[in-house]
């Protein structure tokens, strides 16, 4: 999934920079956000997945 989203070539590989993005979602999801955020990712999600197919 992360090389999917283009996030390899977008960081040069950098796998602290990744780490730090997914922990960052992360923290996100614990807060007040979480269900508004769950409903945009999801969305998101789904149009690249149809896109890249």
Same mark, same amino acid.
């Given at each position: 999934l992360v090389a &999917?989203?283009?996030l390899v070539e977008l960081t040069d590989d950098d796998r602290a920079v990744i780490f730090g993005l997914l922990d960052e979602a992360a923290a &996100?999801?614990?807060s007040a956000?979480?269900?508004q955020l769950l409903i945009?990712?999801?969305r998101r999600g789904r149009r690249a997945f149809?896109?890249?197919?």
């Open positions: &999917k989203a283009g &996100k999801l614990r956000e979480r269900d945009l990712w999801r149809d896109a890249v197919d």
